[in-house]
C-alpha cells in the first residue's frame, strides 16, 4: 500500500454550484462563466473565522473544492482510492463530473475507490494525463442527520481533516483487529488477529498472508503464515499467548505492534496496528480499576476546535495539544462530542490518556428512520475504525438526550428503545468495552456508565456542593462518572474579591444539575454563571476546590472538566466574546490560562510552582490593605518574597483550601511590586516570579477609552485600549463591551476567539487588546486616500502609483463612550 497525504494544490469555492460541470467549464470555456476559486492548503474549513463573527450566523451550505491529481498507481490491476479521515456534514465526490461518492457524517473516515473514474478520465486531453477531482461539502441544516444545532458546538463544513491518495493491490488488506486480553491474574495477554478484505472484483487467487507480533522494542514474539483463497467479512487469522505481558497504563503506555503482510499475484500489502494489554473495570458501586488497581480518573473534554481554522488543525496543532493535556497531569479525556481524528487516538495510546469517545447524538430528540441509521452507521463506523487502541474504554453513545428542540414530539420511550439498541450494537461490535451517556436520566439503567448533570458553583448551587451532589448520584447508579464540569471565564479577567453567589444561591440539597436554558444569561433563578464574574480568579478558585475534594473521595471513579480549549458555539451569542464558549483551561490559541497551573499542582509530579495573577498587570486596593497571595505548587514547602522580603515559609496541605496552604497576606506598596517563589520537593527547587503595579487611586464611572500600541516581534502591532474615568484614573473593573476598526493598509486579526484576536469583547480589568496586521488589509497594494484621521479633516496619504508607508487608523468604540482614534 502507498499512501499520500494531498494538502497542496487545492482550490475552493464557497457557495453552491448548479453540478459538477461548473467546476470545470471555465477550463473549456475559457473567459466565460468563471466561478471564483482561491488556493488553499488542506485540511481546510469554510467556516475558520466567521463562526466568530459578532454580527452574523456562520454560513451553513455547500463548499466545493477542486484538484488535479498525478496518479500513477504502481501495482498491476491495482486500485486508487481517495481515504477522507473526515469532511462535513455531507460529501460528494467526482472524478471529472462522474459521481464516484457520497458520505452523510461529518467525524468517521471513509474511502471513495476512483479507479475506473480516473482511468477515463485520463483520457481528457486539456488536463494532459492529470486526474480532475471534485469534492462537494455542505453543512447545510437538515432535521434527520445528527448532530442536532441545537448542540453547544459548530456543524462545521469542509474537508478538515486529512485526506490521503491511496493504491492498494487487487486484492488488499481493508482492517484489521487485534484483541488483546489479560487473563484474571494477568500472567499471560490472549491476542486475537482478525482482518477484513478489499477485493471489489471478487478475485479468487490464492493470497499468502504473515502475522507478526513484536514488542515495543521490536524484537519478534510470534510470527503465523497462512495461504487462503480472498474471503467476505471478518476472519480470524491467528491467535497467541504472550507469556508476562507488560502491562498498558496511564503512566507507562507500553504498546506492542501487530503487522499482517498479505501478497498475491498483484503485489504486497502491509498493515501494521499498536495494541496494548490492559484490563479496566467500574466496580459496581465503587471506583475506577485499571490493571486491578484503582485508578482516580482526572480528566478534561476535547472539541475539534482552534483559533483561524476551526476544525483543520494541523497534526503538529493535534500534537502540540495532546502534549498540554498530557503535561497538564490529565489521564483521561472525553472526545466531546463525536468520533475525532485518527492522531488524537494514536497521541491518546501514546501518552497515557484513556478514552470516552461518542458519536454526535446530541440534544434535539430523536428523528425518523434516516436519522436512527445514521447514529447506527457512525457507531459502527467509530467502533470498527477505533478498535485498535489501548486507550479507548467507553463507548458514548449519546449526550444530553433528555433536550427536546428538533421535533414536535419528544416520546421519551421511544429514546430508550432506540438506546437499548445502540447499547447492543456496540456490545455486539466490541464485547470488551462499555458503554456510556452523559445526563439523560430515564436511560441511565440502560448503559453500563452513567454520568448525570453536576454543575455545582456555575449552573446550578455553589461550589462546595461538589461532593454531596456527587455522592447523592453515585448513589443511585451502578456506575457513577462524572463528565463535565467547570465555569465559563474570560482570560486576563481577575478581580480582587470572587462572586460566589453563597449568600444568595439555593445550596445544601444537592440540587446542582443543569437545565435548559441555565446557560443563558438572562432569566431564571440565581446562579453564578448568570450573575457571577466571569473571571479566571472564580474559576481558579472552583477547580481547587473539586480537585481538593476529589482527594479525599476514595468511592469515586473520576470526573473531567469541560473543556480543556475555549471553542466556539452557535448557542452563546452573548458571551464577552461573542459566540465563544469560554470554559477552557487553555484559549483557543494554546495560550495558558491560569487553571492550568491549579491542574498541575494536583495532578502532576515534576516540581512546579505558579503565582496566581501572571496575567494581572495591575492589583488596586487601599494603602496599607492587606492583599493575598496565593502559590499554585506540588512542592512539599514554599517560601515567598515581596519586594525582596520573605512572608515565610508555608507547607502545603492539600486540604487546607484556598491554594493548598500556600497563601500569604501582606500590604502592598503603591506602584511596582515584585514577587518570587522559591518551593522545593524531594531536593528539587523550583522557583517563579512577576512584577505587577499596585493602584490605590480610586475609580468612577468609564468615561473614555484610550488606545496605545506595540510593534511584536513578528511585525504585527498589538494594539491596546484602556479604560478611564473623567478624572483619568484607570477603571480596573470595568466591563463594557468595545469594538475595534481598522481604516488603511492594516488588517484586524479577528474572529480567532481569543482576548487578542477578537474585535467586539468585554473589557477585561478595564482592558481590551487586538493584534493588527500592519500590511495585510484589502487596501496594502492600493493607496489609502480620503480617510479620516484623529480629531483632523479627511487626509490623503498617496497619489495613485506612489508607494507611502503603511499607514492604519485604527478605532475603539463603546456605548455611552467617545470613539478613540489611533494613528499607525
Request: net charge negative; with cysteine.
Amino acid at each position: 500500500m502507498i499512501k499520500i497525504r494531498l494538502t497542496g494544490q487545492w482550490e475552493h469555492h464557497r457557495g453552491s454550484l448548479g453540478g459538477p460541470w461548473e467546476v470545470w467549464r471555465q477550463d473549456k470555456l475559457q473567459n466565460h462563466y468563471n466561478v471564483p476559486w482561491h488556493a488553499v492548503e488542506l485540511p481546510h474549513t469554510y467556516n475558520g473565522l466567521d463562526v466568530l463573527d459578532p454580527d452574523g450566523k456562520y454560513y451553513q451550505g455547500q463548499g466545493w473544492y477542486r484538484t488535479k491529481l498525478q496518479a500513477d498507481n504502481p501495482y498491476p490491476q491495482g486500485r486508487t482510492l481517495l481515504h477522507f479521515e473526515g469532511a462535513g456534514q455531507r460529501t460528494d465526490v467526482y472524478v471529472y463530473t462522474n459521481k464516484v461518492g457520497s458520505h452523510l457524517g461529518g467525524y468517521d473516515e471513509f474511502t471513495v475507490d476512483i479507479t475506473e473514474a480516473a482511468a477515463e478520465a485520463r483520457g481528457i486531453e486539456r488536463y494532459q494525463g492529470l486526474i480532475p477531482v471534485a469534492v462537494a461539502c455542505d453543512n447545510s441544516r437538515e432535521l434527520e442527520t445528527i448532530p442536532s444545532d441545537a448542540s453547544d458546538f459548530n456543524l462545521y463544513g469542509g474537508i478538515y481533516r486529512y485526506l490521503n491518495l491511496v493504491y492498494v493491490p487487487a486484492v488488499s488488506l481493508e482492517r484489521v483487529h487485534v484483541e488483546p486480553k489479560l487473563s484474571d491474574d494477568h500472567s499471560s495477554c490472549r491476542v486475537a488477529v482478525r482482518a477484513v478484505l478489499y477485493n471489489p472484483e471478487n478475485l479468487q487467487d490464492e493470497v499468502t498472508l504473515k502475522v507478526v507480533i513484536r514488542n515495543r522494542e521490536g524484537q519478534e514474539l510470534a510470527q503465523f503464515q497462512l495461504r487462503e483463497k480472498p474471503w467476505t467479512g471478518m476472519k480470524e487469522l491467528a491467535v497467541t499467548e504472550l507469556a508476562n505481558p507488560t502491562l498498558w497504563t496511564t503512566d507507562e503506555p507500553y504498546l506492542y505492534s501487530c503487522e499482517v503482510v498479505l501478497e498475491s499475484a498483484y503485489g504486497r500489502t502491509e498493515q501494521v496496528e499498536r495494541f496494548g494489554a490492559r484490563s479496566f473495570e467500574f466496580v459496581k458501586s465503587g471506583p475506577f480499576k485499571l490493571n486491578g488497581e484503582r485508578l482516580l480518573l482526572r480528566g478534561t473534554h476535547r472539541h475539534e476546535d482552534h483559533a483561524g481554522v476551526g476544525p483543520a488543525m494541523t497534526e503538529e496543532m493535534i500534537r502540540t495539544e495532546m502534549q498540554l493535556i498530557k503535561d497538564m497531569g490529565a489521564n483521561f479525556i472525553r472526545l466531546g462530542h463525536y468520533q475525532q481524528s485518527r492522531i488524537v487516538l494514536d497521541l491518546c495510546d501514546e501518552l497515557g490518556i484513556l478514552v470516552w469517545e461518542e458519536i454526535p447524538w446530541c440534544r434535539g430528540g430523536l428523528g425518523g428512520e434516516q436519522y436512527k441509521q445514521q447514529c447506527r452507521d457512525m457507531l459502527t463506523a467509530m467502533i470498527e475504525q477505533h478498535y485498535n487502541h489501548p486507550s479507548v474504554i467507553l463507548w458514548g453513545l449519546g449526550n444530553e438526550n433528555d433536550w427536546e428542540c428538533d421535533f414536535d414530539y419528544f416520546d421519551q420511550e421511544e429514546i430508550r428503545k432506540f438506546m437499548k439498541e445502540l447499547h447492543e450494537l456496540s456490545h455486539k461490535l466490541d464485547p470488551s468495552r462499555l458503554t456510556a451517556i452523559r445526563r439523560c436520566e430515564f436511560c441511565k439503567d440502560i448503559i453500563d456508565v452513567y454520568s448525570p448533570s453536576i454543575w455545582a458553583g456555575w449552573y446550578r448551587g455553589i461550589y462546595t456542593d461538589y461532593e454531596e451532589s456527587s455522592r447523592q448520584a453515585f448513589e443511585n447508579v451502578d456506575s457513577f462518572f462524572h463528565m463535565e464540569w467547570g465555569a465559563d471565564n474570560l482570560a486576563t479577567r481577575h478581580v480582587e474579591k470572587t462572586y460566589t453567589g453563597f449568600e444568595f444561591i439555593k445550596s445544601g440539597d444537592g440540587d446542582t444539575d443543569e437545565r435548559d436554558g441555565d446557560y443563558l444569561l438572562t432569566g431564571g433563578e440565581p446562579r453564578v454563571s448568570r450573575d457571577g464574574d466571569w473571571s479566571e480568579t472564580y474559576f481558579c478558585e472552583m477547580i481547587d476546590w473539586y480537585l481538593k475534594s476529589q482527594e479525599k473521595m476514595d468511592w469515586l471513579t473520576g470526573a473531567a472538566q469541560w473543556a480543556f480549549k475555549d471553542f466556539a458555539t452557535p448557542v452563546r451569542p452573548d458571551s464577552p466574546i461573542p459566540y465563544l464558549n469560554m470554559k477552557g483551561i487553555i484559549e483557543r490559541d494554546f495560550t495558558k490560562k491560569e487553571a492550568y497551573y491549579v491542574y498541575q499542582s494536583y495532578w502532576t509530579t515534576k516540581p512546579m510552582a505558579r503565582i496566581y495573577g501572571h496575567t494581572m498587570p495591575v492589583r488596586w486596593g487601599a494603602e496599607g490593605e492587606l492583599k493575598s497571595f496565593k502559590v499554585y505548587s506540588n512542592c512539599t514547602e514554599a517560601e515567598l518574597f515581596l519586594n525582596g522580603v520573605s512572608l515565610g515559609v508555608k507547607r502545603r496541605d492539600s486540604q487546607n483550601f484556598p491554594a493548598a496552604g500556600l497563601r500569604w497576606e501582606s500590604a502592598l506598596k503603591p506602584g511596582m511590586n515584585q514577587v518570587k517563589v522559591v518551593a522545593t520537593k524531594d531536593g528539587v527547587t523550583v522557583t517563579d516570579e512577576l512584577s505587577f503595579e499596585y493602584q490605590t487611586e480610586a475609580w468612577g464611572q468609564p468615561a473614555e477609552l484610550k488606545l496605545n500600541s506595540k510593534k511584536q516581534e513578528d511585525g504585527n502591532i498589538l494594539v491596546e485600549a484602556v479604560a478611564y474615568d473623567a478624572s483619568g484614573v484607570r477603571c480596573l473593573d470595568a466591563l463594557n463591551f468595545v469594538r475595534f476598526g481598522v481604516t488603511g493598509d492594516g488588517k484586524l486579526i479577528d474572529r480567532q476567539g481569543t482576548v487578542r484576536g477578537s474585535s467586539l469583547i468585554q473589557l477585561t480589568n478595564g482592558r481590551a487588546r487586538i493584534v493588527i496586521d500592519p500590511v495585510g488589509g484589502a487596501a496594502a497594494s492600493v493607496p489609502v486616500t480620503g480617510f479620516v484621521s484623529a480629531g483632523g479633516p479627511a487626509a490623503s496619504l498617496a497619489a495613485s502609483g506612489t508607494k507611502h508607508e503603511p499607514v492604519s487608523i485604527v478605532s475603539v468604540a463603546s456605548a455611552g463612550l467617545p470613539t478613540a482614534f489611533l494613528t499607525i
